[in-house]
């Protein structure tokens, strides 16, 4: 999986949870369980989409977080195909 397939599932997983519950904020173990990939190649993708303004990011010791999505990352997703 290429690294904008995985920032577009980070985005999905995100948007899907912050739909059912406001605001809700996604725990790095769960990302890295749903998407089967290694922690630090999670971090640098999470981290490009914080840089974005589209995720907000609660950082722990290594690379654990916690992430929710950003007014501008539910905007942005909207108007993304895949998610329709």
Not at 5 to 17: A, G, Q, V
Not at 31 to 36: G, S, T
Not at 46 to 69: P, S, T
Request: glycine share 4%; hydrophobic share 35%; proline share 0%.
């Amino acid at each position: 999986m290429d690294e904008v397939e995985i920032r577009r599932k980070i985005f999905k997983i995100i948007y899907d949870l912050d739909k059912v519950t406001r605001g809700y904020s996604v725990d790095s173990r769960d990302l890295i369980e749903k998407l089967d990939v290694k922690s630090e190649e999670l971090f640098i993708n999470v981290k490009y989409l914080e840089k974005d303004g589209y995720l907000e990011l609660e950082e722990f010791l290594g690379h654990e977080f916690n992430a929710k999505i950003t007014q501008n990352g539910i905007k942005k997703i909207e108007k993304m195909d895949f998610i329709r």
